[in-house]
């Protein structure tokens, strides 16, 4: 079992920045691939970025590449997204989520994902 907290949404004008955090419990954090989806209102859920379990291999949206930065800390059973350059755009509910290391190679399906966090608000004014 993991349990996965999200921190660090809020209130930002267009072109700053932001840094989301997700806290893990279990023993098993680092043996997982996490990812970040987001969504928002009147949308399906996106894939934003993911990570695997040792922090060799990331992933991105391209609607991100370039502007946000997953990275993980297995010492500390933490992810992290550093956003950047946000626009009105990124507007949505941030969710952490983590899979095990038998869900396949597709990083961005949200059905590979066997835990999620209760997501954190970003909101980009203009």
């Known amino acids: 079992q993991v349990q996965l907290v999200e921190s660090g949404g809020g209130l930002v004008q267009a072109g700053g920045s932001l840094r989301l955090s997700c806290a893990a419990s279990?023993?098993?954090?680092?043996?997982?691939?996490m990812g970040w989806f987001r969504q928002a209102p009147g949308k399906e859920r996106e894939f934003v970025a993911a990570?695997?379990?040792?922090?060799?291999?990331?992933y991105y949206a391209d609607s991100v590449k370039g502007r946000f930065t997953i990275s993980r800390d297995n010492a500390k059973n933490t992810v992290y997204l550093q956003m950047s350059r946000l626009n009105p755009e990124d507007t949505a509910v941030y969710y952490c989520?983590?899979?095990?290391?038998?869900?396949?190679?597709?990083?961005?399906?949200?059905?590979?994902?066997?835990?999620w966090g209760q997501g954190t608000q970003v909101t980009v004014s203009s």
């Open positions: 279990g023993r098993t954090f680092s043996f997982h691939g």
């Open positions: 990570i695997n379990w040792n922090g060799g291999s990331t």
């Open positions: 989520a983590a899979r095990s290391l038998y869900s396949g190679s597709d990083y961005s399906r949200a059905g590979s994902y066997d835990y």
